[in-house]
DNA sequence: CGATTGCCGACTGTCGACAGTTTTACCTCA
DNA sequence: TGAGGTAAAACTGTCGACAGTCGGCAATCG
């Protein structure tokens, strides 16, 4: 995984089964290999990775809390299904998000964080001139996360990486619409610009602009799919508690 | 719910022993029954609740999700402690979820959630005069709650459930510091005030100031306690990934 | 006397098994 | 042929057990 970061121990780490599972079961989920709505049975999965039961349910709870899968009681897991309005909140909730990481950002934006910025640009540019739609996505999305990361608000680092993960879960599923890499470009240059002048504005009106058109492109998307979830839970779970 | 806390209490219900535990150990923590830092034994948690230990770690991975508890691999879970910088952390993102909440809340105040709201207030302001120091929290945070739910959007509210369990955290565990009652009841109109007003410039301003006093509250209180749960992490975690 | 090494207890990670429940398949009957 | 009921199959929730690992303590060595 290219640059210089923080060589994450390439040691032997044969264990945590918990997450390897989860590891797996997310890049079968985003993959599609299991489709949403889906039930997901325990001794299954267990058989195929050779585990226990144990691990698997650990793993899974684990994607439940990142919104990946959804439990029933009694029931099992099921691969999470976003509708157009799920899909329209998450969207907002990261504008929320990133609109706050900005307005702070462009109050510390120090050069190293100016320098590892442009060169993420750079990296996506020259992601998104080849050929795979996962890497652009991901170079994309690491973009983002380096912009919350500058932000110096740890907490809603993670906040971002807890979205993110349905981000790309409903971002791979309609990547067919391939965004041309001038596009791309541009648009994250535009955030680059928007930071080096200061203008709180700016750079305001730089984050709306750019996660406004992430989302037309998404929201179209689904509109085709036009997957809706809802099954038998018509009453409304919220306002308890 | 009473004090009678240290005897575990065989309320071994048939089902759901996952949310029953970890509905004990959220009560437990919130509770200081366990300290900040503390390391949390599986075995004797099942023991004294009567149940085996599978229930206890996948309730344990929950609290982990929700920022209560933290695992360290072959170590076992830890009550999360929070240093002063993730204190501010906590605040920053709750000020970004309600300033967001409170922009959409102002362009669809319908009849109902004004009613609702102020209703809630009055709920908070009867609270505030008793002596239930954590009622009086539950009903600020439920008021806060409503806010986030009339905005209108799902995910933004998981984010602040989310979020509220750490806040539950830190600020039970500073609350010696009472705020006066009317304090609170004004603090509170004040943010009705401003989305009658309809004025989102009135709606930001307001919400600054609530939560403003609520950080300085809460952080004026860490600042005594003064916990600071570095250990031996004196690597950064970030950037990975 | 201080540092190192080996041992011991405690604990976590994982497993296979059992009981209760849900789903499915089949069989009967109108 | 379709509907309804019943029994089997499959699955989840939970449990107790085993093996590998970690931290502490004591004995040993410099």
Redesign the interface.
């Known amino acids: 995984m290219a640059s210089s970061?923080?060589a994450?121990r390439a040691f032997i780490q044969q264990?945590?089964l918990v997450e390897q599972v989860a590891d797996y079961l997310t890049q079968a989920i985003i993959q599609q290999h299991f489709l949403p709505g889906e039930r997901l049975s325990e001794v299954q999965l267990s058989r195929d990775l050779g585990v226990s039961r144990?691990p698997v349910?650990?793993a899974a709870?684990?994607l439940e809390?990142?919104g990946l899968l959804i439990s029933k009681?009694r029931r099992g897991f099921f691969v999470r299904a976003l509708n157009a309005?799920?899909l329209e909140?998450?969207f907002?909730?990261r504008?929320?998000?990133e609109?706050?990481a900005i307005d702070?950002l462009a109050e510390r934006y120090t050069p190293e964080a100016q320098r590892a910025l442009k060169q993420q640009v750079e990296v996506l540019c020259e992601a998104a001139a080849g050929n795979d739609g996962t890497r652009r996505i991901e170079e994309d999305l690491q973009f983002h996360r380096?912009m919350l990361?500058y932000a110096g608000?740890?907490?809603?680092?993670r906040?971002f990486d807890?979205?993110t993960h349905?981000l790309r879960l409903c971002i791979t599923l309609i990547t067919k619409t391939h965004e041309a890499p001038d596009t791309i470009a541009t648009s994250h240059f535009m955030l680059l610009d928007a930071l080096n002048s200061g203008s709180p504005a700016e750079c305001r009106e730089a984050i709306d602009y750019h996660i406004g058109v992430a989302r037309k492109f998404v929201v179209k998307g689904v509109g085709e799919t036009g997957d809706s979830s809802d099954e038998d839970s018509a009453d409304e779970d919220?306002?308890s508690r």
Chains 1, 2 share one sequence.
Do not use: G, I, W, Y
């Open positions: 970061m923080v994450p264990q945590n144990a349910r650990e709870r684990l809390s990142r009681p309005v799920e909140d998450v907002d909730l504008l929320c998000l609109r706050h702070r380096l990361h608000n740890e907490r809603l680092l906040a807890d979205l349905e919220v306002l």
